[in-house]
């Protein structure tokens, strides 16, 4: 448990460091007067030691609607490491659907953000207001456009991702200095084709396309990048690109050539903190986890619960849970697919909870599938023992979310839950539509996680003979590998087909990623609770909480 909080404290400091560019640039948030006489809310970047022989340039950074600006953070620090000030803007407020995105919305924000930009440039010393850039991703993109009738406009575009979901009008021109960096999987590239041979007068488009002079403010590019436009904010190709217009559009080519190096990027390292920091904290939670049910005293030792004496052979045991896993596995593509929604999450729950249910009771005795169920509680022959062991396991748990909020004050540990720290967690968590979306959520995922612990008790945890003294961990590794197996191979299944474009979403796959994760970890807890304290209801509690801590904000 020490090596692994020392991994996860690393894991942050790593973070927290890549985060101002490893003391390359300075990021601040600052609240600017706009027009509407309300309050623009931005993530300031600036460069920490001027290599720039004059006023610093200034890159507007736009999400897509529903992002905050931490979804542009590979490009923002970049930026203010090659002696730009970045202002990055918040996108939050608007989501789709509930926000009708039409051009009147974006005529408004790209006011907005405009007005926010001369603010914080008059006021602010050595930085130029007369020549300035725009990045924005997909929907951010039209915002950017927008800003292209004003009388001080951007003298650079970049798009990232798909940039299209809003038409052009019919008659729209490209202005100067435009560059789209578009995922594989951009599906309406002839728009942008057609854009470019209208204000190139070519009649063909070859990729990579690159036309035109900075200095003559008619310079246009067009790549394709092998990263889905979902992921291009962390891909390091596109990254590159995009700075490298950047800077030889808005400080020139001579410039280029003397600040720092474009391929010398450093803000993947928070993206290496942000998948370490989870996954390294979740095995700090299971060794709590083990450390309080071992130290609890005799007397209050859980009861311990009936085998199964009647065990399914091993390559039945395989089988079956394979099958389960399958069936899980499926259903919940299959669901996600047609229609990412809680409905669709809660309804693949259910259906394969009652499929798992059905499957579990073949093939076996009645008198041994009173036995499994006995084993989760479930049917026991001492209700006094079951309530006791019960508040035992709310307890535990009760320690176990303890540590768990104290590592919340630790950001940006907790990115796996979408927050950034405890405050607007804890807020978010206490809002009624969240505590009943929780709740709900909490149900079908408590019967699954039940459900998973009478197949890891019936099938995979039955006695056998090992031949070894070591019965009980080759028990553990067995239990793992039978209920993990199916799942994770679907989870990378899944993955290959999205980041490739085919069938799947990127979001399907990333939702199954969390999904095989939390498997992993909910069926570590059960299997060694169930062997070694031989009652999973405390680890059947806790990786309720867990699923539902995680996956609440996902919807």
Not at 118 to 138: A, E, K, M, W
Not at 274 to 282: E, L, Q, Y
Not at 439 to 452: A, Q, R
Not at 507 to 523: N, P, Q, Y
Request: aromatic share 12%.
């Amino acid at each position: 448990m020490l090596i692994l909080s020392i991994l996860t404290l690393s894991s942050l400091y790593l973070a927290f460091t890549s985060e101002t560019g490893f003391g390359d640039a300075t990021v601040d948030t600052a609240d600017i007067d706009i027009l509407t006489d309300e309050n623009c809310t931005c993530k300031i970047f600036t460069p920490r030691i001027q290599t720039y022989p004059t006023d610093y340039p200034v890159i507007l950074t736009i999400p897509d609607f529903g992002q905050t600006y931490e979804s542009l953070y590979a490009v923002n620090i970049e930026l203010a490491r090659r002696n730009f000030t970045v202002i990055s803007f918040d996108l939050s407020a608007l989501r789709q659907p509930d926000t009708n995105l039409d051009a009147a919305i974006i005529n408004s924000k790209a006011r907005d953000f405009y007005s926010a930009f001369l603010t914080y440039v008059n006021h602010s010393p050595n930085i130029r207001n007369d020549r300035y850039g725009v990045i924005g991703y997909s929907y951010g993109f039209q915002i950017a456009l927008a800003m292209s009738n004003y009388t001080n406009s951007p003298s650079s575009y970049i798009a990232l991702g798909d940039p299209t979901s809003i038409d052009f009008p019919d008659n729209f021109t490209l202005p100067g200095n435009t560059y789209f960096a578009l995922g594989h999987n951009y599906e309406n590239i002839s728009l942008i084709t057609s854009l470019l041979e209208n204000v190139t007068g070519l009649d063909e488009i070859p990729l990579p396309f690159m036309y035109g002079s900075f200095e003559k403010q008619d310079a246009y590019g067009l790549q394709v990048f092998s990263s889905l436009h979902e992921l291009q904010l962390h891909d390091k190709l596109t990254t590159i690109s995009a700075i490298e217009w950047a800077i030889r559009s808005i400080q020139g080519n001579t410039q280029f050539n003397r600040t720092l190096d474009v391929s010398q990027t450093v803000f993947q390292y928070r993206t290496y903190s942000i998948i370490i920091g989870p996954i390294t904290f979740f095995g700090t939670l299971i060794s709590l986890f083990i450390i309080l049910i071992s130290v609890i005293p005799k007397r209050f030792q859980f009861h311990f619960l009936s085998k199964n004496q009647n065990p399914p052979t091993t390559g039945h045991a395989i089988a079956l849970s394979s099958f389960l896993g399958l069936i899980s596995s499926s259903l919940l593509i299959l669901t996600m697919t047609l229609s990412f929604s809680l409905v669709s999450f809660i309804a693949a729950i259910l259906v394969g909870l009652y499929l798992s249910v059905f499957v579990l009771s073949l093939g076996n005795r009645r008198s041994t599938n009173k036995m499994i169920f006995n084993t989760v509680n479930i049917f026991v022959r001492n209700p006094r023992n079951a309530f006791e062991d019960l508040l035992k396991s709310i307890a535990i748990t009760a320690l176990c979310l303890v540590w768990t909020l104290a590592w919340l004050f630790m950001t940006p540990f907790i990115v796996i839950l979408d927050v950034s720290i405890i405050s607007p967690y804890v807020l978010y968590m206490l809002e009624p539509s969240n505590v009943v979306k929780a709740i709900i959520i909490g149900g079908p995922i408590l019967l699954y996680i039940l459900v998973e612990a009478l197949i890891i008790r019936g099938f995979s945890l039955a006695e056998r003979e090992w031949n070894s003294n070591y019965s009980e961990d080759i028990n553990l590794i067995f239990a793992l590998f039978a209920r993990i197996m199916v799942i994770g191979f679907f989870a990378i299944i899944v993955y290959l087909f999205a980041i490739n474009g085919m069938i799947l979403s990127i979001r399907v796959a990333l939702l199954m990623i969390r999904f095989s994760l939390l498997t992993i970890f909910s069926t570590l807890i059960i299997s060694w609770s169930t062997i070694r304290a031989k009652n999973p209801i405390a680890s059947i509690i806790l990786s309720t909480v867990v699923y539902v801590l995680i996956l609440t904000p996902v919807f």
